[in-house]
């Protein structure tokens, strides 16, 4: 059973990863594509499934079998573990404002340049590697 909820772990920290990492980019598109023009309307469709379909499901499912984990391997009273779990809030802080950004585009109201969104895409590719050296190494 508790490595079954590893498994599981590790498939819901894919997908929210998947999702973390590509919707910056399709902000990137999106915020070069002219206002009402089909492309625009298309990148909406695909932003909105992405961030309320795979996501958000995703990472409420990192959380709990994370969390499940935690409390029942002992890990949640470990150095390493406790620095994971304020990187994985970082990673949760900006999952809800890519939501955010995602609910600005759906309304035509996107403030920022394509050169904003490669940038923010770096945030999760930074998080990501400190956990995964965090979770391995055990320092
Ligand atoms: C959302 C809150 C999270 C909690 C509470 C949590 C908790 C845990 C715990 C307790 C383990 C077991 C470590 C072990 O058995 O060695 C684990 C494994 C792991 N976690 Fe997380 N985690 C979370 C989010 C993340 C995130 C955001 C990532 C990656 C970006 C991640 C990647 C991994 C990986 C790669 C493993 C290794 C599985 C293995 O081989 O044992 N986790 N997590």
């Not at 909105?48 to 958000?56: E, G, S, V, Y």
């Amino acid at each position: 059973m508790y490595l079954w909820i590893k498994a599981l772990h590790v498939v819901s920290i894919i997908s929210w990863m998947a999702g973390l990492l590509y919707l910056p980019r399709l902000f990137v598109y999106h915020s070069d594509a002219e206002l009402k023009s089909i492309q625009s309307e298309t990148f909406k469709v695909m932003e909105k499934r992405l961030a309320h379909a795979i996501m958000t499901p995703a990472m409420v499912m990192s959380w709990i079998s994370g969390l499940f984990i935690a409390i029942h391997s002992g890990f949640y009273s470990e150095n390493w573990f406790k620095i994971k779990f304020i990187l994985a809030i970082f990673m949760t802080v900006f999952h809800f404002y890519l939501l955010n950004l995602q609910t600005k585009f759906n309304f035509d109201n996107n403030r920022h340049s394509n050169r904003f969104y490669r940038l923010i895409n770096e945030i999760p590719t930074v998080l990501m590697l400190l956990i995964v050296g965090l979770v391995i190494l055990k320092p």
